[in-house]
């Protein structure tokens, strides 16, 4: 059951001869095709283009020259550009975009060797926390069609669970790779601002905007990242660091990693089934070797607010490219080049991207920016403090990734405000620039995963992995398969 | 810092999007819901805290002054709605 198969084992199959990269990637085909019309997870499928890449993968092999991520099918979050694939953001504003160029990440994950099975559905311009603003129709939970996968990576996030593909790309913004792993019961690795270039990403808050790796395992997400991360000119905050090898601690044992647990964390507002398998894992990881000490996050639940300043007044910046004149849509009738801009804004946009292009744009104006966004950036500040203070006192900072499981279409859709919740602990992460993993810790009462976050200080990603890996080697929930996708 | 509903006209204007009267006053109840969550941020005493505009601490780099980027317009235009002669087509704004 190849499909079933992580990232790590189809490499050792397709190095062994026991798998042919054409084989696999048809078999996944197959199984896109037939989830489409139950999950919606993919926005443009390219079999076409991923055969030959397989063929090529395969010819690699024979050649001696294959690395480890030679041959894996994966599939790209719809905000990263891929060059002569369209690339759609979830929007209509960009429904016929066909990007010139390929985004960082992917020219390195298809330098490794991966093949590109297609573009997957999103929020739209990623934001969202459900999958319900996407133009091209919601996703579904594969672990129960009536429920939101999480988002904005939706798409990535129900491709991984219903083992469509064992690896895909998403972005995080405030919680868009942590949530929708959370929500969909896979793994979904947000790493340190400046790892992975933003080059090629369609930006919506760019002091924010983080790409990453999704898959079934921390070990999958680090040979993923080894691909994804490194240096680029072209995105100035992207930074100037060593290569790293983001497997390399995976196999060291536990004994002696100090956990924080914020008691803002486990409070008021969390789901009990949540709040439970958190516990449990806690306890996992001590059993493991890990001790846990009690630190405070004080700041931290100012964090929806602030990121409700910052990232909307980012984006309304970042998507004035959108005008009707260079690329995307442009309305078919106006009077003048005012009503062009604004007609062709108002029909491409859906109504969440619009009411944040108009928070953005109030916080920013006139008179109100000091209260508002400079009063944003010194709160993210004392947010930071916050994080870097508990950082003295351990290695990782543990906590449930979301406040509740997956909640059903509709539930919160008309209030955004509950639904900007639904990031408040994934937010920080994004506000500070530090790492984070959701991983899958159990399930609820009604069969739906929980996701527990693992934090860590700037570049500790091969701490946060090792961690994680540790815990999966004891546990299974990562390994539970929903049951109409088995 | 209340926001009214000539703040929500004025905004789309600023933002160039169209709203008629229904789509303003829809918009303006979420809008209210979302400041009074944003607001709770004024009862902070933030007196002397330097605002963190990034996550990293870093000076922007800069290049060396030469010429990288091929000339791809051909390319790039054919994405655009309206062109001609290697131009954007926008309406007449100069009488």
Known sequence: MTHLDTIAGLSAQLAAGKLSSVELTQTLLERIGKAQSTLNAFVTIDADGALAQARAADAARANGSAGPLTGIPIAHKDVIMTAGLRTTCGSRMLENFVAPYDAFVVEGLKNAGTVLVGKTNMDEFAMGSSNETSYFGTVKNPWNVAYVPGGSSGGSAAAIAARLVPGSTGTDTGGSIRQPASLSGICGLKPTYGVCSRYGLIAFASSLDTPGPFARTAEDCALLLNAMAGHDARDSTSLERPREDYTRDLEQPLAGLRIGLPREYFGDGIDRDVAAAVDAAIAQFKKLGATTVEIALPAVRLSVPVYYVIAPAEASSNLSRFDGVRYGHRAAHYTDLLDMYKKSRAEGFGAEVKRRILVGTYVLSHGYYDAYYLKAQQVRRLIADDFRRAFEQCDVIAGPTAPSAAFKFGAKSDDPVQMYLNDIFTIAGNLTGMPAISIPCGFTTDGLPIGLQLQGDYFREARILQAAHQYQRATDWHARVPKDFS | ?95
Do not use: W
């Open chain 2, 1 to 95: 810092m209340a926001l009214s509903l000539d703040d929500v006209h004025r905004i789309a204007h600023l933002a160039r999007i169209e709203i008629d009267a229904a789509a303003a006053r829809e918009v303006h109840a979420k809008l209210e819901a979302i400041f009074a969550m944003i607001n709770e941020l004024q009862a902070i005493d933030t007196t002397g805290i330097v605002p963190m505009s990034h996550a990293q601490e870093m000076s922007l780099p800069l290049r060396d002054d030469v010429v990288t980027e091929s000339d791809r317009r051909d390319e790039f235009q054919k994405l655009a709605p309206a062109v001609a002669d290697g131009l954007y087509l926008v309406p007449k704004v100069i009488e």
